[in-house]
């Protein structure tokens, strides 16, 4: 059990109980959180995720194929699956890029040393994904993290992860070009990663 202490506006500190990965599970088996509901467990407290839209959905299949065709059966890219961070973090990201595995994760969720890229589809959630998310990424010692901002056509890099945060952070505009820190020749211009520009919606 850990306990946190936060600070409620005009209020003294209160003492929150956070739940372990293992109670979390458990209040899935036995019904306290319905299969199908749109939670994900970060920092040891259960939190709503945002409804998806289009063209959220949209990036996520997008980035998927173009990670999948570049890399190919270097990685296993893995859509809105859970990764342990830790006892009291398992978030769902968008786009998982993690080691091959035989099993498929059958008999575990990946783990931050198993992974290679995490990537968020931002439309309505950027503030959620580039700070609340970032900090628990970079406690967590994911070197690569990167947010998909499909609205304003970012894509913002967090990198050099500490426990204070990301040190090291860009944004990217549609003709720039990154490449993955585990595999630095596989580079890819932002743009391709979104709807192209000559493409509107009807």
């Excluded at 019904?31 to 994900?40: A, F, K, M, N, T």
Aim: proline share 5%; with cysteine.
């Amino acid at each position: 059990m850990k306990i946190k202490a936060i600070q409620v506006t005009g209020m003294a500190l209160l003492e929150v109980r956070l739940l372990t990965v293992e109670e979390y599970h458990r209040m899935g088996e036995v019904g306290i959180l319905d299969p199908d509901e749109q939670v994900e467990l970060i920092e040891g407290q259960i939190v709503k995720k945002p409804v998806k839209g289009k063209a959220h959905s949209a990036a996520n299949k997008h980035v998927e194929k173009l990670l999948e065709t570049r890399l190919g059966d270097q990685v296993l890219v893995r859509l809105q699956d859970p990764i342990q961070l830790s006892n009291f973090s398992e978030p769902e990201p968008d786009i998982a890029v993690v080691k091959p595995n035989p099993l498929f994760y059958e008999d575990h969720h990946p783990t931050s040393d198993e992974v290679y890229l995490i990537i968020e589809v931002a439309d309505t959630s950027l503030n959620r994904d580039t700070e609340i998310k970032a900090k628990t990424y970079a406690k967590s010692g994911i070197i690569d993290y990167w947010v998909l901002d499909v609205s304003n056509r970012q894509l913002y890099i967090f990198r050099e992860p500490s426990q204070d945060g990301y040190q090291n952070q860009m944004i990217l505009s549609d003709d720039d070009v990154i490449s993955l820190l585990a595999f630095p020749t596989c580079s890819m211009v932002v743009k391709e990663m979104l709807r192209p520009t000559n493409i509107s919606y009807r």
